[in-house]
């Protein structure tokens, strides 16, 4: 397998402002309006006279446990998405790549995917359930744990991407050039309006 075929373009993803700009905005929006709600609610059921003490100091514990909980969360989303330096994903000859200014941090190679165990189903299909997005998975050898590990095609990024269905139409595209022995399932093909080659 040549997987160093220089007719294959490499795309870069492109991060969109505007979107990720909506989405800490509304993010910010439910927080303070949870935190509120449940603040404005403690001072309502205080100030019922039809209440028992028992309820009352109850219903404030409560309260300050559930607002724990919330800024705790919060609070962790914030170190996480501050210690995440991914600048960019890049899709190429190679594989899947998130990088950090120009240092690969974390790579999908071609090279690293893996049959289905299962023989009598495809190699890289859809998630399914009902609860859950469709996301394209995929099994890799993991090198450092030797294993064979199912995988969904995600970019870890603090961003929004824009052309994040182009990076995996195009990841796929490498897998149908680069790994025809691999089964590309006819859900993904149609989700990302690709014909098998």
Do not use: W
């Amino acid at each position: 397998m040549d997987f160093q075929n220089s007719e294959f373009s490499k795309i870069e993803s492109l991060k969109s402002k505007k979107i990720t700009f909506i989405a800490k905005a509304i993010g910010v929006f439910l927080f303070v309006s949870t935190i509120l709600g449940i603040i404005n609610l403690e001072i309502i059921i205080i100030e019922s006279g039809k209440l028992s003490a028992e309820f009352k100091i109850s219903s404030v514990i409560l309260s300050v446990v559930l607002l724990s909980f919330l800024v705790y969360f919060v609070l962790k989303d914030i170190i996480i998405t501050r210690n995440n330096k991914i600048t960019k994903v890049i899709v190429d000859q190679n594989g899947l790549h998130h990088y950090k200014n120009e240092t690969i941090i974390e790579s999908l190679t071609f090279e690293s995917l893996y049959p289905n165990p299962d023989l009598k189903n495809y190699d890289v299909v859809l998630s399914e359930g009902e609860d859950v997005a469709n996301d394209i998975c995929v099994y890799y050898l993991d090198s450092s744990t030797n294993t064979i590990i199912y995988k969904a095609i995600i970019f870890k990024t603090p961003f929004s991407i824009r052309n994040g269905k182009e990076l995996k139409r195009h990841f796929i595209k490498g897998i149908l050039k680069f790994r025809s022995d691999l089964e590309v399932s006819p859900k993904v093909l149609d989700l990302l309006h690709l014909k098998k080659l």
